[in-house]
């Protein structure tokens, strides 16, 4: 089945701190990712779509330039929360929708997360 | 109504027994619909799809009634592993293929 990995799984560090975190589908392509965000005991809340080679589209609240995204090829999506601050930890996770699939009605294939915690 | 509703829970049900959990959604658009299962701390997995009237995986049955916008998952003879968080999660349409999860129902299964 697909297979969409997400590294790192952990990351604690200092306020200030600018994380890096990859989202890969390991055997598809992938032109469209996603990235969300769940704060402890919230639901998954979209941040933001990710495309192959464009710009991404954000959710209303999220700031662009606080947490930059990079698709640059098809099976690799990167975000970056910039100047991390303790408001920042929460647990990220990306998914990906293999390419071919339908559109608005195929399930989507979720990393294994990345917990961040900005002390 | 909020986009996708859920049951607040939480449920604690014994080893065996039957449990239901209901979800409405706003969005009469949407032609599918996902039950996903979350472990604690936790990516989503998927559990179920919905795209007609219902869906039937073994213990696991959703069922969906588009005139009250509504979908259920019923689990028969309750495992301790069954012991997750249930999203209901509705595609937002569109050619983005946007998602939106409801908060979860906490399930615990109890020996």
């Known amino acids: 089945g697909a297979v969409v990995s997400q590294h790192p799984s952990r990351v604690i560090c200092k306020s200030g701190t600018s994380v890096k975190i990859e989202c890969r589908s390991l055997d598809f392509q992938a032109t469209t990712m996603f990235w969300y965000r769940q704060f402890p005991k919230k639901s998954l809340m979209l941040m933001a779509t990710s495309n192959e080679g464009s710009k991404a589209t954000y959710e209303q609240g999220v700031e662009k330039d606080k947490f930059l995204i990079n698709h640059a090829s098809l099976t690799l999506s990167t975000l970056t929360v910039t100047s991390a601050h303790p408001e920042d930890s929460s647990f990220y996770i990306c998914?990906?929708?293999?390419?071919?699939?339908?559109?608005?009605?195929?399930?989507?294939?979720f990393g294994d997360g990345t917990r961040l915690s900005i002390l | 109504r909020k986009e996708v509703e859920q049951d607040p829970g939480p449920f604690n049900v014994p080893e065996g027994a039957t449990v239901a959990f209901n979800c409405t959604y706003s969005n009469s658009a949407s032609q599918s619909f996902f039950w996903y299962r979350q472990d604690c701390r936790k990516e989503p997995k998927l559990l179920m799809s919905v795209y007609s009237s219902g869906n039937e995986d073994g213990r696991f049955t959703a069922q969906l009634n588009r005139a009250s916008q509504y979908i259920s998952l019923l689990i028969r003879d309750s495992k301790l592993s069954d012991s997750a968080t249930y999203l209901c999660?509705?595609?937002?349409?569109?050619?983005?293929?946007?998602?939106?999860f409801g908060k979860g129902t906490l399930l615990t299964v109890n020996p």
């Open positions: 999660v509705v595609p937002s349409g569109g050619s983005n293929y946007k998602l939106t």
């Open positions: 998914s990906a929708l293999s390419d071919g699939q339908g559109a608005g009605n195929q399930p989507q294939h």
